[in-house]
């Protein structure tokens, strides 16, 4: 219930002042809270010809999907009955000074271990559109994840016309083996891990691979309905390309944020991001393959080649074999750079560009080797081990405690230190013949303090230690605009000048171009201790991760909220 005492000398003021507070209650009235409860347990899962124990949510690969509108909040009760520790990730949610929920283990929280419960509280705050939840605990993401669904607000009609239908597209990656047991090899070995055996769209590889043609998940369509397809790449370790025969597709949103409409044959969706489509069923009645497969750029590195189908199926009239698209190229470059240059803001005047910058940081980023004596655990290449880094330090999580709570105590000593560099320790050709000197990172827990509101811009810059790679990176509690992107090593006098401040896109996980750069500009808004990282999870194993400490602000609204009571213990 809304109540209002408003007390004043001049009656427009008064109306007004009803009038504003008559809207503001209406719009707490409309807001909903969800209760769900998630259930982390073993499930017996067949794939491939063989049945194997995954971990699930409720039994379900994928996840189950959540939906709410902005400005709804969700509680969501975690309980954990499966033999390993667990955390859940909102991929994307802002988290306003909630970031207690935002769920990376020993990051702001502990992990919640066997037989434990966690009840996540959080509140969408000015957005919609499609996001996802995934385990941020180990590799426990290759089956512990779902949609997010977040709609407009009531009333507010999405900026192109209504589809007929929509459709949450999970790509993700299937191993026929325990996942734990692939990443606890590659720690042990010091090696790149087994690539997947395949991948999958909504937990099916479908009938390309053997034992699974009876499984293929299949979408039906009427001839002239418009779907909506809201494509999630879930995916642990690889970018993936994604298209559908003989259909065109009109991208409409990426990471839960709208873009000027363009027509493409074929999307690329990094690990982590999400992008909306549009595909209208315009052609001749029958079925249609929708395939996705490897976007690989790192040289001389094994990856999994194959390609995973549905169906796209008109209810009349579909009797024929499913037509195959042609997909690009395993390393296309070339239709990676052009699709992503695509991409301009639909509305620049809800997020406009900070131009003044208090903070200019300067991030290489890229994989290393630690050299080792040689053995069973230094099988890297040379008898090394792999790691990866920010500038030159690898990151290492805590484990007594987390850094969020560490930091709320005010008791950091032993935990992290606030010295991560702005700048890389050493300037060098970044994407040229780098000195074998410098593969081998420093190992640390190092964050980067920033003051509350404080204007930040970030270059991230690709290497060629060990090889050149397109990498995913992800920056949790905040969204950011994408300035500029391009090849070979930035330079600020040349490079600058052509960055879009206009409407250039928003995200929450940017592509850094393979043997380039990718330049990021957001306003320190959150309060909390936010992980920035690779969102191919090998690479995090290694190191390839930082983490902002953003102060406080004035008032409680520019504040962290107190802890919840039932925070998982270390």
């Given at each position: 219930m809304c109540s209002f005492n408003l007390i004043t000398t001049m009656q427009f003021t008064c109306k007004i002042a009803i009038f504003l507070a008559t809207i503001l209650c209406l719009s707490l009235a409309n807001a909903e809270t969800h209760h769900h409860q998630f259930v982390v347990q073993s499930t017996p899962v067949k794939r491939l010809c063989k049945t194997h124990n995954i971990i699930t949510v409720n039994g379900q690969f994928p996840g189950p999907t959540l939906e709410a509108r902005d400005g709804d909040t969700l509680v969501v009760k975690v309980i954990n009955t499966a033999r390993y520790n667990v955390t859940i990730h909102w991929h994307g949610i802002r988290q306003m000074r909630t970031p207690w929920a935002d769920g990376p283990e020993y990051v702001t929280q502990c992990p919640i271990q066997p037989g434990a419960s966690y009840t996540y509280r959080f509140t969408i705050e000015n957005q919609d559109g499609t996001l996802w939840w995934h385990a941020h605990s180990k590799w426990l993401r290759a089956t512990v994840y779902g949609a997010l669904i977040i709609y407009p607000k009531l009333g507010v009609p999405y900026p192109f016309p209504k589809p007929n239908k929509e459709l949450p597209i999970l790509l993700g990656e299937w191993w026929d083996r325990d996942i734990i047991s692939v990443l606890r090899q590659a720690i042990f070995t010091g090696a790149a891990p087994n690539v997947s055996d395949?991948?999958?769209?909504?937990?099916?590889?479908?009938?390309?691979?053997?034992?699974?043609?009876?499984?293929?998940?299949?979408?039906?369509?009427?001839?002239?309905?418009?779907?909506l397809l809201r494509v999630i790449n879930a995916a642990l370790n690889q970018e993936l390309f994604l298209t559908v025969a003989n259909h065109m597709l009109t991208v409409v949103g990426n990471d839960a944020v709208y873009n000027k409409p363009f027509s493409t044959r074929v999307i690329m969706v990094g690990p982590g991001q999400t992008t909306n489509v549009l595909l209208t069923a315009?052609?001749?009645?029958?079925?249609?393959?929708?395939?996705?497969?490897?976007?690989?750029?790192?040289?001389?590195?094994?990856?999994?080649?194959?390609?995973?189908?549905a169906i796209l199926e008109y209810t009349k009239g579909a009797t024929s074999r499913p037509l195959l698209p042609a997909?690009?190229?395993?390393?296309?470059?070339?239709?990676?750079?052009?699709?992503?240059?695509?991409?301009?803001?639909?509305?620049?005047?809800?997020?406009?560009v900070p131009t003044h910058i208090d903070e200019k940081l300067f991030f290489t980023v890229g994989l290393g080797l630690v050299n080792?004596?040689?053995?069973?655990?230094?099988?890297?290449?040379?008898?090394t081990r792999f790691a990866a880094s920010m500038n030159n330090v690898s990151f290492v999580l805590p484990r007594r405690n987390s850094l969020l709570q560490a930091y709320y105590s005010g008791n950091a000593q032993g935990v992290y230190t606030v010295?991560?560099?702005?700048v890389p320790p050493v300037a060098f050709d970044y994407t040229g013949n780098v000195s074998r000197g410098l593969w081998q990172p420093r190992r640390g827990t190092k964050l980067y303090r920033l003051k509350y509101g404080s204007r930040v811009q970030i270059v991230l810059q690709d290497t060629a230690i060990v090889s050149?790679?397109?990498?995913?990176?992800?920056?949790?509690?905040?969204?950011?605009?994408?300035?500029g992107q391009g090849f070979g090593n930035f330079n600020?006098?040349?490079?600058?000048?052509?960055?879009?401040?206009?409407?250039?896109?928003?995200?929450?996980?940017?592509?850094?171009?393979?043997?380039?750069w990718a330049v990021i500009r957001f306003v320190a808004d959150n309060p909390g201790v936010w992980l920035m990282h690779c969102h191919i999870d090998s690479h995090l194993s290694w190191g390839f991760a930082m983490a902002f400490v953003v102060e406080n602000g004035k008032g409680k609204l520019q504040s962290v909220e107190a802890p919840p009571p039932d925070l998982p213990p270390c």
């Amino acid at each position: 219930m809304c109540s209002f005492n408003l007390i004043t000398t001049m009656q427009f003021t008064c109306k007004i002042a009803i009038f504003l507070a008559t809207i503001l209650c209406l719009s707490l009235a409309n807001a909903e809270t969800h209760h769900h409860q998630f259930v982390v347990q073993s499930t017996p899962v067949k794939r491939l010809c063989k049945t194997h124990n995954i971990i699930t949510v409720n039994g379900q690969f994928p996840g189950p999907t959540l939906e709410a509108r902005d400005g709804d909040t969700l509680v969501v009760k975690v309980i954990n009955t499966a033999r390993y520790n667990v955390t859940i990730h909102w991929h994307g949610i802002r988290q306003m000074r909630t970031p207690w929920a935002d769920g990376p283990e020993y990051v702001t929280q502990c992990p919640i271990q066997p037989g434990a419960s966690y009840t996540y509280r959080f509140t969408i705050e000015n957005q919609d559109g499609t996001l996802w939840w995934h385990a941020h605990s180990k590799w426990l993401r290759a089956t512990v994840y779902g949609a997010l669904i977040i709609y407009p607000k009531l009333g507010v009609p999405y900026p192109f016309p209504k589809p007929n239908k929509e459709l949450p597209i999970l790509l993700g990656e299937w191993w026929d083996r325990d996942i734990i047991s692939v990443l606890r090899q590659a720690i042990f070995t010091g090696a790149a891990p087994n690539v997947s055996d395949a991948y999958t769209i909504n937990g099916q590889p479908g009938d390309q691979y053997r034992c699974s043609s009876k499984e293929t998940t299949k979408f039906y369509v009427k001839s002239g309905e418009t779907l909506l397809l809201r494509v999630i790449n879930a995916a642990l370790n690889q970018e993936l390309f994604l298209t559908v025969a003989n259909h065109m597709l009109t991208v409409v949103g990426n990471d839960a944020v709208y873009n000027k409409p363009f027509s493409t044959r074929v999307i690329m969706v990094g690990p982590g991001q999400t992008t909306n489509v549009l595909l209208t069923a315009d052609q001749p009645a029958g079925r249609y393959y929708m395939a996705a497969r490897a976007y690989h750029s790192a040289q001389n590195a094994a990856f999994d080649n194959t390609t995973t189908t549905a169906i796209l199926e008109y209810t009349k009239g579909a009797t024929s074999r499913p037509l195959l698209p042609a997909l690009p190229r395993y390393n296309d470059t070339n239709t990676v750079t052009a699709y992503t240059s695509r991409l301009r803001s639909l509305a620049p005047e809800k997020n406009k560009v900070p131009t003044h910058i208090d903070e200019k940081l300067f991030f290489t980023v890229g994989l290393g080797l630690v050299n080792c004596t040689p053995g069973p655990r230094c099988q890297g290449p040379n008898n090394t081990r792999f790691a990866a880094s920010m500038n030159n330090v690898s990151f290492v999580l805590p484990r007594r405690n987390s850094l969020l709570q560490a930091y709320y105590s005010g008791n950091a000593q032993g935990v992290y230190t606030v010295d991560f560099p702005g700048v890389p320790p050493v300037a060098f050709d970044y994407t040229g013949n780098v000195s074998r000197g410098l593969w081998q990172p420093r190992r640390g827990t190092k964050l980067y303090r920033l003051k509350y509101g404080s204007r930040v811009q970030i270059v991230l810059q690709d290497t060629a230690i060990v090889s050149t790679e397109d990498h995913p990176v992800h920056l949790h509690g905040y969204h950011f605009h994408v300035v500029g992107q391009g090849f070979g090593n930035f330079n600020p006098s040349r490079d600058a000048a052509g960055f879009n401040l206009v409407d250039p896109p928003v995200r929450n996980t940017i592509n850094v171009p393979v043997g380039g750069w990718a330049v990021i500009r957001f306003v320190a808004d959150n309060p909390g201790v936010w992980l920035m990282h690779c969102h191919i999870d090998s690479h995090l194993s290694w190191g390839f991760a930082m983490a902002f400490v953003v102060e406080n602000g004035k008032g409680k609204l520019q504040s962290v909220e107190a802890p919840p009571p039932d925070l998982p213990p270390c």
